[in-house]
């Protein structure tokens, strides 16, 4: 019988990236510098969209959803790994961990929907774009949004209980530098098989199905932007998708790699994995609003009239 401390242990170790230690605080000057560039572009994003009403459109909306879940999705880690990296703040409670693993599955859950939902947005502009005030009404947005975060809310949440059931009466030490599902539930000196199983379902019930529908969507688009007309037409077409499919693959590549990697990657160095793993929850969030700042003309104006000081 485990005792009552095996069920509420009081902290987690996060060890940081094994095998540099030495270097820790040099490593954590890059992580800050994209730490800050993320908050402050994803900041501006929604800042654009929310007081410019030439914004209020169904596409721009996703997008501020994006920029807020690319903040939570870095802020749930970043800070910690950074306290970690500077003043060896290794300790995270139980609930810490919990809340940390909870935020950081969900942010990832939940970007992977929204970049559906763009992709949908897409579809709808391109292949009916008679129609896209119609399809995409207020109340069709909202529906959108409130499945996106219960889905999200809904696949996640059993994650802390499968933990919360667990006794950690071995040691509680993560050789990593944020608490992730499987990562924790390792440490536990019980069987884990449900926390496998469920931790290998939930992708391929949410990341792998969006991906697919994402693909399907595109076939449809690419199908219509080469039965237009003209040059211009299709290259114009072409143009409002480029900020979206390359949020897809800064999004999805290293997904893929780093789950590859880890099934597969066993000569892979720990310390290299874990280091890309930190760099997948903040260089994404960080170029994100960059990408769309670039390629999108609107967005450029607003920016170029809120912060010059030529106003026009």
């Not at 693993?101 to 763009?118: G, Y």
């Not at 536990?188 to 931790?199: E, K, L, Q, V």
């Not at 693959?249 to 290299?272: E, K």
Request: net charge positive; hydrophobic share 50%; aromatic share 14%.
């Amino acid at each position: 019988m485990y005792n009552l401390s095996c069920y509420n242990p009081p902290t987690f170790t996060l060890v940081g990236i094994p095998g540099l230690e030495k270097f820790h605080i040099w490593i954590g000057i890059p992580f800050c510098v994209i730490y800050v560039v993320a908050i402050v572009g994803n900041c501006i994003l929604l800042y654009l969209i929310t007081v410019e009403h030439s914004l209020h459109e169904p596409m721009f909306f996703f997008l501020s959803m994006l920029a807020a879940t690319d903040l939570i999705l870095s802020t749930a880690t970043i800070p910690k790994l950074l306290s970690n990296l500077w003043f060896a703040f290794h300790e995270i409670t139980f609930s810490g961990c919990l809340t940390q693993m909870f935020f950081l599955h969900f942010s990832s859950i939940m970007e992977s929907a929204i970049l559906l939902a763009m992709a949908f947005d897409r579809y709808v502009a391109i292949c009916f774009p008679l129609r896209y005030t119609t399809i995409l009404t207020p109340q069709v947005i909202i529906k959108i949004v409130v499945s996106i975060i219960v889905r999200s809310f809904a696949v996640i949440l059993p994650d802390v209980f499968l933990l919360k059931r667990l006794p950690f009466c071995g040691t509680r030490i993560i050789p990593h530098t944020y608490c992730e599902h499987i990562g924790v539930a390792q440490l536990s000196t019980a069987d884990i098989s449900i926390n496998i199983w469920y931790g290998f379902s939930v992708p391929v019930m949410t990341v792998v199905v969006d991906i697919i529908f994402i693909a399907v969507s595109y076939t449809f688009i690419l199908r219509a932007v080469f039965h237009l007309s003209s040059q211009g037409a299709r290259q114009k077409a072409l143009s409002t998708c480029g900020s979206h499919v390359c949020v897809i693959l800064m999004f999805y590549t290293p997904a893929l790699f780093s789950i590859l990697a880890h099934r597969f990657g066993h000569s892979v160095p720990r310390n290299v994995l874990i280091l890309f793993a930190n760099l997948y929850v903040v260089i994404p969030p960080a170029l994100n609003p960059i990408v769309y700042g670039v390629k999108t003309k609107q967005i450029q104006e607003k920016f170029i009239f809120l912060f010059t000081l030529k106003k026009t």
